[in-house]
C-alpha cells in the first residue's frame, strides 16, 4: 500500500472535498489492504485536526429553543406495553386489540430530517386562529392542523403510507397519569393512534407508527395512562380529514 | 463519574489528559442514559460553534438552524454512534455537522448560487452576536490556538483547505476556481493537513 497516497485521499475526505473517483479508490485501497493500524490512526488523525477546523470561526447564537425541541422529541411517552399486553379488558386474544397495540407502538422521532422539514412546515400550520388547513409540505405529503382549545397539533404523513409524525405547542398538561389519546375516526369507529405526552412547556414532536388510510377525523382526547383501547372523554383537538 | 471518565481515557491510551474532552466524554456517558441536562450542557457548548460551520458552508441562516438541530437531533437519539477510537467528541461533532452541510450544498448548489445575495447579511449577523457568545461558551483558547495554525499555514494551503472545509467544495471544484491542476490541489490539501494535523497535536484542551 501507498501510505502517502491513501494519506492525500484521506485528508481530502477530512476535510469533505475528496472527489468521488477517489473515495472509490480509497475505499478499494482500503479494503484490499485489510486492517490497518497506521491507515487508522491517520485516518484519526486528519478527522481530529478537520474537525478542529470549525474552531476557527466565531460561534453563532442558534434559536434558544432548539434544545427544548430536540429533547421533547424524546419526552413523549411510549405506550406501556406491558399495560396493553396485559388486555385490561380482559380478552385473552384480540385482533383489533392487536392491531391497535401496533398502531400505538412509538417510535421516537428518529428520521431528525424529517423532523426538520415538519418543524418548519409546521411552524405555518401551527398558527392560532382559523379552521382546519391542509398543505402539501412535499409530493404526496400532507400537513393537517388540529382544531381546539388545547394549545396547537399538526400532524404530516404521505397518504396510503404508514407513519404520521405529530408536532404540537403550548398543549396543557394532561395531568397526572393522564396522557393525550389520538384517534382515527372512520365512520364513526374510533382507532387509537396511540398516546402522547407534551413535554414540560408544552411541547411534543412524536413518530407514530400508524396508517391514516381512509379515516375521516382525527381527534384527541385526555386518557388514563394505560392509554384504553376506546375514548372515555370528549375530544379536545380535531381534524377532519376532508381531503377533496 | 468524572474520575471515572478520566480513568477511562487513561486506559485508551488517548496520551491525553484533556480535561475538556473528560468533560465532553462523560456528558456523553450521561447522555446515554437520557440525562437532558448532560445533552443542555454538550448543546451549549457546541451548537454556537456548530451553527457558523453550518451557516459558514451552506450561507443560509435557516439551512444552518436546521443542520444543527438535525445533527443534535441525532446525538440525542443515538448518543452511541460516537466511537472514541476515532477522534474528540467536538471533532465528532463538527465532522456530522460538516458533513451534513456539505451533502446540503452539493445538493442544492442550483440553489445555493440563487441566493449569493445573502451572504454579506448572513455574515452580518454572525458579526453581531459573535463576542457574547465566545464568552457565553468559554472556548477562547480552542479558538486561538486553531487560528493559529491556520495562520501559520502557507497561504495557498490555507486556501486550499478553507475552499474545500468552509465552502464545501469539492478538489476538482477548487482546481476549477482557481485555476490551480487538480494534482497540485491535492498536494497541496495534503500539506496543508499535516501542518494542521502537527500544530494541533499535543495541544488538544
Same mark, same amino acid.
Given at each position: ?30 479494503? &484490499? ?6 491507515? @487508522? ?9 478537520? *474537525? ?6 466565531? %460561534?453563532?447564537?442558534?434559536?434558544? *429553543? ?5 429533547? &421533547?422529541?424524546?419526552?413523549?411517552? %411510549? !405506550? ?33 430530517? *424529517?423532523? &426538520? ?5 409546521? &411552524? ?20 393537517? @392542523? ?25 398543549? %396543557? ?27 414540560? *412547556? ?5 413518530? !407514530? ?30 381534524? %377532519?380529514?376532508?381531503?377533496? | 463519574? $468524572? ?12 496520551? =491525553?489528559?484533556?480535561? =475538556? ?6 456528558? $456523553? ?33 435557516? $439551512? ?42 452539493? +445538493? ?34 480552542? +479558538? ?43 498536494? +497541496? ?7 494542521? +494535523?502537527?500544530? $494541533? ?5
Amino acid at each position: 500500500m501507498n501510505h502517502e497516497r491513501v494519506e492525500e485521499w484521506l485528508a481530502g475526505r477530512a476535510l469533505g472535498g475528496l472527489n468521488e473517483a477517489d473515495a472509490a479508490a480509497l475505499e478499494a485501497e482500503m479494503a &484490499a489492504h485489510g486492517d490497518c493500524a497506521k491507515c @487508522r490512526r491517520l485516518e484519526r488523525e486528519l478527522t481530529e485536526a478537520a *474537525g478542529r477546523l470549525a474552531f476557527a470561526l466565531d %460561534p453563532v447564537p442558534v434559536d434558544p *429553543g432548539m434544545a427544548d425541541r430536540i429533547l &421533547a422529541a424524546r419526552v413523549v411517552a %411510549p !405506550v406501556a406495553p406491558t399495560a396493553l399486553e396485559a388486555s385490561p379488558r380482559g380478552a385473552p386474544h384480540d385482533e383489533v386489540a392487536e392491531r391497535r397495540r401496533s398502531r400505538g407502538t412509538y417510535t421516537f422521532v428518529g428520521v431528525a430530517a *424529517g423532523i &426538520a422539514l415538519v418543524a418548519v412546515v409546521a &411552524a405555518t400550520a401551527l398558527r392560532p386562529g382559523g379552521r382546519t388547513t391542509m398543505v402539501t409540505a412535499q409530493p404526496a405529503q400532507t400537513i393537517v @392542523r388540529f382544531q381546539g382549545d388545547a394549545g396547537h397539533l399538526a400532524m404530516a404523513y404521505t397518504p396510503g403510507e404508514s407513519g404520521v409524525i405529530f408536532w404540537g405547542s403550548d398543549l %396543557p398538561d394532561p395531568g397526572a397519569d393522564r396522557v393525550y389519546e389520538i384517534w382515527m375516526i372512520q365512520g364513526g369507529t374510533p382507532v387509537s393512534g396511540g398516546c402522547l405526552t407534551p413535554a414540560p *412547556g408544552g411541547n411534543l414532536a412524536a413518530f !407514530v407508527d400508524a396508517e391514516v388510510g381512509t379515516t375521516d377525523l382525527m381527534a384527541v382526547t385526555v386518557e388514563p395512562a394505560d392509554c384504553p383501547s376506546a375514548p372515555t372523554g370528549e375530544p379536545v383537538l380535531t381534524a %377532519p380529514l376532508d381531503v377533496a | 463519574m $468524572l474520575l471515572a471518565t478520566l480513568e477511562a481515557l487513561r486506559s485508551e491510551s488517548l496520551g =491525553s489528559d484533556d480535561l =475538556s474532552e473528560a468533560r465532553d466524554r462523560e456528558l $456523553l456517558a450521561r447522555l446515554r442514559g437520557g440525562d437532558e441536562d448532560a445533552f443542555r450542557g454538550l448543546f451549549d457548548r457546541y451548537a454556537p460553534t456548530a451553527k457558523a460551520l453550518a451557516l459558514r458552508v451552506v450561507r443560509q441562516a435557516h $439551512l444552518a438552524e436546521e443542520i444543527v438541530q438535525e445533527a443534535f437531533m441525532a446525538v440525542w437519539k443515538d448518543p452511541a454512534g460516537y466511537d472514541a477510537d476515532r477522534g474528540s467528541v467536538r471533532s465528532w461533532l463538527m465532522g456530522t455537522v460538516h458533513h451534513r452541510a456539505v451533502d446540503l450544498v452539493r +445538493r442544492e448548489e442550483a440553489h445555493r448560487r440563487r441566493v449569493e445575495d445573502a451572504i454579506p447579511e448572513a455574515y452580518e449577523d454572525q458579526a453581531d452576536h459573535a463576542d457574547e457568545v465566545v464568552e457565553a461558551i468559554g472556548l477562547p483558547e480552542e +479558538r486561538r490556538i486553531v487560528r493559529a495554525a491556520l495562520a501559520e499555514l502557507p497561504d495557498e494551503q490555507r486556501q486550499v483547505l478553507e475552499m474545500m472545509y468552509f465552502e464545501g467544495r469539492s478538489q476538482t471544484q477548487v482546481a476549477e476556481a482557481t485555476g490551480i491542476p487538480l494534482g497540485t490541489v491535492k498536494s +497541496r490539501a495534503l500539506l496543508g493537513m499535516r501542518r494542521m +494535523r502537527s500544530a $494541533l497535536q499535543g495541544i488538544e484542551r
